[in-house]
């Protein structure tokens, strides 16, 4: 049996010649926002990418086969599949394959397929962690390991405030990922720039980031980093925040249905503020992941 993605020339080219390539996930596509507005979401994180010189490879699996690169028309499928896309982490990913269905990649499960392709970067909103409660439920994303396996830098807002953001970074530590702050000294709470626990460096310009980021390879090469950006607008919502992961714990919604429940909960008790939030905090990320895989290329 063989496994043989299929990738754009685009993405082929540039990896071929060692240019910038920043991979984006599929699961917040899908699951991620209401109604189909994944696909602006999409096309707006890409474009981002392209602005700053990277070419973005949007990794998901359609009808069975793994794609890196995704068309337009494709991304229309995932937004408007919502929950009807299987979300894949690395787990789901052969069954998705070999079962041939739509599988929406998430954080985990696109860096799974950035180790096979090489891939070095990656963009999200906010990875997943320790879920608030876990104590009771030991529900802790798959994102996690997957992150500390593998060679690629992770830009997001830090970890989604949904979950027991403590935890999560005391976990990070433990597998020996290095969080960086992008011009802060506290991890990014998702939603809101405040309030998190300290982040491991700071760094301030994308070519530190970089370099940063090229010696942790040097010292140990199967290793990934997150580099956390606050965004900007910052909404404080924590309120909601724990009324929706409340509400959905009473639903009896458990595993990967979580995140999607509690996410779309907060999306409509805050009134569409925390979408308006996500989305631009997801296409900053993307732009900034590019300036720093442009930064990587260009080093010595
Ligand atoms: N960032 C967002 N929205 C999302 C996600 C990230 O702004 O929906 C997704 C990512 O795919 C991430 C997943 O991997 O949420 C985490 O899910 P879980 O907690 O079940 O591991
Ligand atoms: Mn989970």
Redesign the pocket.
């Known amino acids: 049996m063989r496994i043989d993605p299929l990738m754009t020339d685009e993405v082929r080219d540039a990896l071929d010649r060692g240019r910038p390539v920043v991979a984006l996930?599929t699961?917040?596509v899908s699951?991620?926002f209401p109604g189909g507005a994944g696909v602006q979401v999409a096309l707006a994180s890409e474009a981002r990418v392209r602005d700053a010189g990277a070419v973005p490879a949007t990794i998901g699996i359609v009808d069975g086969t793994l794609r890196i690169g995704l068309t337009e028309s494709d991304l229309k499928r995932f937004a408007s599949a919502g929950d009807a896309a299987r979300?894949a982490?690395a787990r789901d990913l052969a069954a998705c394959l070999v079962q041939g269905v739509l599988g929406?990649?998430?954080?985990?499960?696109?860096l799974a397929v950035c180790r096979l392709a090489g891939i070095r970067f990656m963009a999200?909103?906010?990875?997943?962690?320790v879920?608030r409660g876990f104590a009771a439920v030991p529900?802790v994303?798959?994102?996690l390991p997957q992150i500390a396996r593998t060679q690629a830098l992770v830009v997001?807002s830090g970890v989604?405030s949904i979950?027991d953001v403590a935890a999560t970074a005391e976990l990070l530590e433990t597998l020996a990922v290095p969080v960086l702050g992008w011009r802060t000294r506290t991890l990014p709470m998702?939603y809101s720039a405040e309030g998190g626990p300290p982040v491991s460096a700071v760094v301030t310009a994308a070519a530190e980031a970089a370099r940063l980021t090229a010696a942790h390879w040097l010292l140990n090469g199967t290793a990934g980093v997150l580099l956390t950006r606050p965004p900007d607008p910052s909404l404080d919502i924590e309120p909601i925040l724990a009324e929706a992961v409340d509400r959905v714990r009473q639903q009896g919604i458990r595993?990967?249905a979580?995140?999607?429940a509690v996410?779309e909960l907060v999306h409509e008790l805050s009134g569409g503020r925390s979408i308006e939030v996500?989305r631009q905090?997801?296409a900053d990320n993307a732009g900034l992941a590019a300036e720093v895989a442009v930064a990587y290329a260009g080093q010595d």
């Open positions: 996930e699961t917040l699951h991620g979300k982490g929406a990649t998430t954080v985990g499960g696109t999200t909103g906010g990875t997943g962690g879920h529900d994303s798959a994102d997001s989604k979950l998702f595993g990967q979580v995140t999607p996410l996500n905090l997801i």
